[in-house]
């Protein structure tokens, strides 16, 4: 979800989207896309016009989905970072996650993991709060309700570094950009490896991905786990 940026209600905004599905027409149609929408989508401040017309060009801004048993949670966490503009609509997000916080307890997922842009924390569960982070107390009524529910990852970009950390057994994935970066790391994606036991992660340069693929990171990774 660091992929691009797009810059809201400016003259460029049409061209970047379309240069965007240019782009994302040359991946194999058998690879599913998943868009997890943030500020740069909807803005720091969303409003129900900005978020409907996310939703018309780029689906739901939240959502829930399932892959071999494991249950995938996609949230619009700007609604939880300034809602000021548009209260119904993080109520009805609200209401909405309960429902499928209660069908991740009940059902016998093999995990259940969470997309949203905003990072709950980026270091410490328990952090101040700025532009890269969850209000503490947001942060806390989430993570209590991610931790119940059984969830074990939460991953999220905003923050154009790599981060993250841990609240109890429910860990913080942070990944930096694919494009622009603010601190040292590398141009880059995350490799996550999903299997009946466990979620494993690793974060690949862009030039390494060139030089050698993906293969040998992914057996890497299960080797190590």
């Known amino acids: 979800n660091n992929s691009t940026i797009l810059f809201i209600g400016t003259q460029w905004r049409k061209d970047q989207e379309q240069d ?66 548009c209260s119904e609509l993080k109520q009805a997000q609200d209401e909405w996650l309960n429902a499928q916080l209660a069908v991740a307890e009940k059902q016998k997922c093999k995990h259940v993991i969470v997309f949203q842009h905003i990072p709950l924390f980026l ?7 700025d532009y890269f982070n969850l209000e503490k107390s947001v942060r806390h009524e989430l993570m209590e309700k991610f931790h119940k529910a059984g969830i074990k990852a939460v991953f999220s970009g905003h923050y154009h570094r790599n981060a993250g950390g ?14 622009c970066q603010l601190g040292e790391d590398t141009h880059g ?36 786990n």
């Open 123 to 129: 270091q410490n569960p328990d952090e101040d709060h």
């Open 20 to 85: 965007l599905k240019n782009v994302l027409k040359n991946i194999d149609q058998d690879i599913p896309l998943v868009f997890v929408s943030g500020n740069h989508d909807i803005g720091n401040v969303p409003t129900p016009e900005t978020i409907d017309d996310y939703c018309k060009h780029w689906g739901d801004d939240y959502f829930s989905f399932w892959v071999g048993g494991v249950f995938f949670l996609v949230l619009n966490s700007q609604l939880y970072f300034d809602s000021s503009k």
């Open 166 to 179: 841990f609240y109890k057994d429910l860990e913080m994935v942070v990944s930096s950009a694919i494009g």
């Open 189 to 224: 994606l995350r490799v996550v490896i999903v299997t009946a036991e466990k979620i494993v992660h690793r974060y690949c340069s862009l030039n390494d991905l060139s030089s050698q693929g993906i293969e040998k990171e992914l057996m890497d990774l299960i080797k190590q």
